[in-house]
């Protein structure tokens, strides 16, 4: 029977999910009391939808959002819901989740990951993640806004990177998810400024989705999101740490000009497949991976990498590190000895 993971084990693969935070997992044994169908119009049923439209109102207001909630089973569920059937032009840096869903045409990006808003040139739905999940880039979201608007296009902005961690940008549409910030896996939401845009399809979530609705995971979202994340700064300090580590070992920061989120980064290690560091870092006690979680395991090249001009041998040689709430000085202390000596056997070889 299979064990859960070592608790001396450092986990650095936060971007893929992190853990569920006290506080939420709390509400989410209180919800589990309000056992009743939200969509049923009995007094028990009542008193759920109260508890479930108080925890939508909850997200809104942690997110600074104005318009419309539509619950869904995680960011994946939201972004095909606002692109489902629509062509939509995505970056050639976006989550698998979206290229699978969105049309052929893809917006360019530079060698330092971010879009080259001069492609954006035709009314269309545009989707652009806020923080890309392999690279941590920044997307100048504002601008991005701004140039979609400028042509009559439509703004799809997934953010389940940076929900709760940055600003909203000024998106029609915009998918986040729980599970990156201390939420409950298989939770997330779809924020729409205009129903219009969706194509309803029947059921719950004003006719939008169907399925009986998820209160103690809503409720645990909305702990989750007004929590918030004062631990930002400590990231950025321990980045810098790992990162002037990393250099000064022969490696390379992907996209280090970039504008980036704290939270992730990716490592370059000259001669050194992604798959083997992988298994020395997990044999040292050490969870990290090698690009997206919905991905990783496929051994396949990152279309992330090679829209930044990376060649497949050397995007073959990136793993990721990403931090979290309870993520200290010891264990990037121990990752860095551990990328010391994985880097120095490869050059002794």
Not at 13 to 27: E, K, L, N, S, Y
Not at 56 to 81: M, P, Q
Not at 136 to 155: E, H, N, S
Not at 245 to 268: D, K, P, Q, W
Request: include cysteine; charged fraction near 20%.
């Amino acid at each position: 029977m299979e064990t859960m993971p070592d608790q001396t084990r450092i986990y650095l693969d936060h971007a893929a999910t992190t853990p569920v935070i006290p506080a939420a997992r709390a509400a989410m044994a209180d919800a589990l009391v309000r056992w009743a169908n939200p969509s049923s119009p009995h007094q028990e049923g009542r008193v759920a939808r109260f508890a479930l439209e108080d925890a939508r109102r909850r997200i809104a207001a942690a997110l600074d959002w104005d318009g419309e909630v539509i619950l869904t089973s995680g960011a994946s569920e939201a972004i095909a819901l606002g692109l489902r059937g629509t062509a939509a032009v995505a970056s050639a840096v976006e989550h698998d989740a979206v290229l699978a869903v969105a049309g052929p045409n893809r917006l360019p990006v530079g060698d330092i990951g971010q879009v080259d808003m001069g492609a954006i040139i035709g009314n269309a739905r545009y989707a652009i993640q806020s923080v890309n999940n392999e690279t941590g880039v920044i997307q100048p979201m504002a601008q991005i806004a701004g140039a979609v608007r400028d042509v009559g296009g439509i703004f799809f902005a997934d953010c389940s990177q940076s929900a709760g961690k940055l600003p909203l940008p000024d998106a029609d549409m915009i998918a986040v998810s729980a599970h990156k910030l201390g939420g409950p896996p298989g939770m997330g939401a779809l924020l729409v400024r205009n129903l219009g845009l969706l194509s309803p399809t029947g059921g719950q979530e004003q006719g939008y989705r169907r399925g009986t609705e998820n209160l103690p995971a809503a409720t645990g979202f909305a702990v989750a999101l007004e929590a918030g994340f004062l631990w930002m700064e400590n990231a950025v300090r321990l980045r810098k740490i790992l990162e002037d580590a990393v250099v000064e070992s022969g490696g390379v920061v992907i996209a280090s000009e970039s504008n980036r989120l704290a939270t992730i980064g990716s490592y370059h290690m000259p001669g050194v497949a992604a798959s083997s560091q992988l298994i020395n870092f997990d044999m040292a006690g050490i969870a990290v991976s090698a690009g997206s979680a919905c991905s990783s395991g496929t051994l396949k090249t990152s279309h992330v990498l090679g829209a930044m001009g990376w060649d497949d041998i050397s995007a073959s040689e990136v793993i990721r590190v990403s931090f979290g709430v309870d993520t200290n000085d010891a264990e990037v202390a121990r990752f860095i000895d551990v990328w010391r000596s994985i880097a120095a056997r490869a050059k002794a070889a």
